[in-house]
């Protein structure tokens, strides 16, 4: 069974794009769990962390600390991919 390098190329593309969407799915499932998750249920989680109550602490400190690690992980896997392609992208 012989393929073209055209279908090889287009069945690289999609396998390409369904590992970009499970990475974009799993990184948005995070950011839904910190935002909206975490900060319903923070007022139930009723304890101090370094002084300041729970709810007030995932706000102003860790969904920002989490929305970095995001875009961070996001930018490492692409780049790490374009690497593979061969495609060094703005290094």
Known sequence: MNHSPQRRRAERRRRDWRRNRR????LLAA???VTFVVAFFARELDF????????FWVA???APIVYLAI???YALVMDRRDDEHGDPGDD
Do not use: H
Request: proline share 5%; net charge neutral; aromatic share 24%.
């Open 31 to 33: 950011w839904f769990v």
């Open 23 to 26: 990475l974009t799915g799993a």
């Open 71 to 73: 875009v961070w992980i």
């Open 60 to 62: 102003a400190q860790g």
């Open 48 to 55: 101090s962390v370094f002084g300041s109550p729970f709810g």
